[in-house]
C-alpha cells in the first residue's frame, strides 16, 4: 500500500509520540526519528514502527516520528492511525 496524503496521530506529551506519514516517492519505508531516550531505546522504537507498516502492508512511506518516551503499542498505536487517516 502507498500513502496518498500527508497524515499525523499523536502529541507532544510525556510518554507519548507524534507520527506524521507522507507519500514517498521511492517507493522505500523511510523512517526519520527524534527520541528523548533514543541511546536506550531508538532501535526498538524503528522496530515497532516498522513492524506496524509491515502488518498494516505499508510498502511505501516517509514516516517522522518525535518520541517523548512512548510505550511499544503506544507508538503502535499512533502509527496506525496516523496510516489510515492518510488513506
Known amino acids: 500500500m502507498k500513502i496518498e496524503k500527508v497524515a499525523k496521530a499523536g502529541t507532544l506529551e510525556s510518554n507519548d509520540i507524534v507520527i506524521m506519514v507522507y507519500p514517498n516517492e521511492n517507493d522505500t519505508v523511510e523512517i526519520e526519528l527524534e527520541s528523548i531516550v533514543m541511546q536506550q531505546f531508538g532501535t526498538r ?3 515497532v ?3 506496524t507498516l509491515k502488518s498494516l ?17 503506544t507508538i503502535g498505536a499512533r502509527v ?3 496510516i489510515k487517516r492518510a488513506q
Open 57 to 73: 502492508g505499508v510498502t511505501s512511506v516517509k514516516v517522522k516520528a518525535q518520541d517523548k518516551g512512548a510505550l511499544d503499542y
Open 80 to 82: 496506525e492511525t496516523a
Open 45 to 47: 522504537i524503528r522496530e
Open 49 to 51: 514502527i516498522q513492524e
